[in-house]
Structure formats: structure tokens, C-alpha cells
T-cell receptor, first 115, second 115 residues
Framework: KQEVTQIPAALSVPEGENLVLNCSFTDSAIYNLQWFRQDPGKGLTSLLLIQSSQREQTSGRLNASLDKSSGRSTLYIAASQPGDSATYLCAVEGRANTGFQKLVFGTGTRLLVSP | GEEVAQTPKHLVRGEGQKAKLYCAPIKGHSYVFWYQQVLKNEFKFLISFQNENVFDETGMPKERFSAKCLPNSPCSLEIQATKLEDSAVYFC????FGQGNQPQHFGDGTRLSIL
């Protein structure tokens, strides 16, 4: 059974710092890994999706890497801003014969960026 | 529409009553997913659909939970004889294709409170 863990559970940094969020998963037979952002009272916003054949994806100040063999992914946020404050979740999509599976989520990292 | 629309935003029911939640996926998306967020970040997969067909229902407590996606209607998740432990935020997501390179787009959720 796939298990996804995120470290740290919470992180507080001053504005401008670069930071790294970690995600690990137990079963390397994944189809993709996704990073989401959740603001209070809101749904999930997809940030980056890394297919199993890829090693990283970038979008603006965000960079996500994937090391499938070791079961790890990192989300790097450059020059953090107060607007980045949110909960960040990683989720893996498992393989299936039909190529489509449910997401298994980590428990999230709650990020607070102070002005 | 361009967003996954979930209604109502908040639903309050007495224990034992029925609860029905609705989800309109993004136009053109063929896949719909339901997730339950019980504690702050604990997401649990419930069920998925490919058009109006159930694809994966391994997460559904079948005794009281049921779901449908009918043509030209919002998808629905219904809980009969609700229990206190059903209190959670229920998220719906949709994706265009059932392949690993398509992110799931989430609605803002329905907060279900069982009193």
C-alpha cells in the first residue's frame, strides 16, 4: 500500500528566503507525482506535475524534482513571499493497466512566510 | 465551465439524516473523482468515474455512500443515515483524460457538518 510522507509538517520563514519541502513515498511504481497548494477554506491548486519519466519541472519560482528510485520529491520555492503562505501537498498517482489511478496524498507542509 | 463547481459550500445535517453533494466538472473533462478530507490534511479517495461509468470505487463505504455521474447533470455524492464521523470536507476533482500527464483540477469542496 502506497504511503506518502511530507517533512516538515510546518515551516515558518521570513520573506525572501529560499526553501525546500520534502515528500517521500514507499512504492516507486508511480505514474506521476503532483504538488498542490491549499489555501484555507479552498480546494487544491495544482502547482506542478512530474511524470515518472521526468526528473524535474519548473514553473516561475517553483521547481520540483523527482527521484523515483529513492522514492523522493522536493519542491523548491525561490525568494519566498507572504502570498506563498499555504499548505503544500504532494500526491502520487499509481500505475494501473488502464493508466489511470487515484491520488494518494501526503499529510502536507503548512508554510508561513512573514513579511 | 472552466472550474470544478461544488454545491453547496456548507451542509449541516442531524445524525441519521441524508446528505447530498453536487459537483459539476470542467466542461470537456471525462474523469471525475471524489475525495474526503477528514482531519486537516488527511485526504481519502472515495470513488472515480469515467463519464457516467464507475471506474474505481475501492474507497467508498458502500453501506451508506453512493455516487452518480449522469449525462447532462452534475455528479452527486449521497450519504444515507449520516454519522458523526462523516463530518469532513468533500472534494470533487476532474481531469481531461485518464492518463498520467493530466493534473486533476479540484473544486473548493463541500463542508459537511453532522450534528
Amino acid at each position: 500500500k502506497q504511503e506518502v510522507t511530507q517533512i516538515p509538517a510546518a515551516l515558518s520563514v521570513p520573506e525572501g528566503e529560499n526553501l525546500v519541502l520534502n515528500c517521500s513515498f514507499t512504492d516507486s511504481a508511480i505514474y506521476n507525482l503532483q504538488w498542490f497548494r491549499q489555501d484555507p477554506g479552498k480546494g487544491l491548486t495544482s502547482l506542478l506535475l512530474i511524470q515518472s519519466s521526468q526528473r524535474e519541472q519548473t514553473s516561475g519560482r517553483l521547481n520540483a524534482s523527482l527521484d523515483k528510485s529513492s522514492g523522493r520529491s522536493t519542491l523548491y520555492i525561490a525568494a519566498s513571499q507572504p502570498g506563498d503562505s499555504a499548505t503544500y501537498l504532494c500526491a502520487v498517482e499509481g500505475r494501473a493497466n488502464t493508466g489511470f489511478q487515484k491520488l494518494v496524498f501526503g499529510t502536507g507542509t503548512r508554510l508561513l512566510v512573514s513579511p | 465551465g472552466e472550474e470544478v463547481a461544488q454545491t453547496p459550500k456548507h451542509l449541516v445535517r442531524g445524525e441519521g439524516q441524508k446528505a447530498k453533494l453536487y459537483c459539476a466538472p470542467i466542461k470537456g473533462h471525462s474523469y471525475v473523482f471524489w475525495y474526503q478530507q477528514v482531519l486537516k490534511n488527511e485526504f481519502k479517495f472515495l470513488i472515480s468515474f469515467q463519464n457516467e461509468n464507475v471506474f474505481d470505487e475501492t474507497g467508498m463505504p458502500k453501506e451508506r455512500f453512493s455516487a452518480k455521474c449522469l449525462p447532462n447533470s452534475p455528479c452527486s455524492l449521497e450519504i444515507q443515515a449520516t454519522k458523526l464521523e462523516d463530518s469532513a470536507v468533500y472534494f470533487c476533482a476532474s481531469s481531461q483524460f485518464g492518463q498520467g500527464n493530466q493534473p486533476q483540477h479540484f473544486g473548493d469542496g463541500t463542508r459537511l457538518s453532522i450534528l
